[in-house]
Nanobody
């Protein structure tokens, strides 16, 4: 499984970015749990958002409290991609953002807290200036 993130960059506070995670060696055609994590300098890595398919075309999206209402996770139009749309960005959102997958998922529905990835991308830098 290979995960490649893209879309990071420098943006002013209040701006928007959309991160994309392209997965290879892994298919979205079966139930899956995928998420975005971030790590700021000097801080521990934290979960940002997760996306879990629950069968029958249904899915469950979960978010950290710090990004609720500002970030949206969704499967992209390109096959095997998951995007993270980030709006109203704040300087405290500055971090390296990582895409990660738990495959196979342990639970039918995976929350952000439950997500325990076994595959990780290399990360993409997001910098928000004040």
């Amino acid at each position: 499984v290979q995960l490649v993130e893209s879309g990071g960059g420098l943006v002013q506070a209040g701006g928007s970015l959309t991160l994309s995670c392209a997965a290879s060696g892994f298919t979205f055609e079966h139930d899956h749990a995928i998420g975005w994590f971030r790590q700021a300098p000097g801080k521990e890595r934290e979960g940002v958002s997760s996306f879990s398919t629950t069968g029958g075309g249904r899915f469950f999206a979960d978010y950290a409290d710090s990004v609720k209402g500002r970030f949206t996770i969704y499967e992209g139009d390109t096959k095997n991609t998951v995007n993270l749309q980030m709006t109203n960005l704040k300087p405290e959102d500055t971090a390296v953002y990582y895409c990660a997958v738990e495959d196979p998922p342990r639970f039918r529905t995976t929350t952000l807290r439950d997500l325990d990835p076994n595959y990780w991308g290399q990360g993409t830098q997001v910098t928000v200036s004040s």
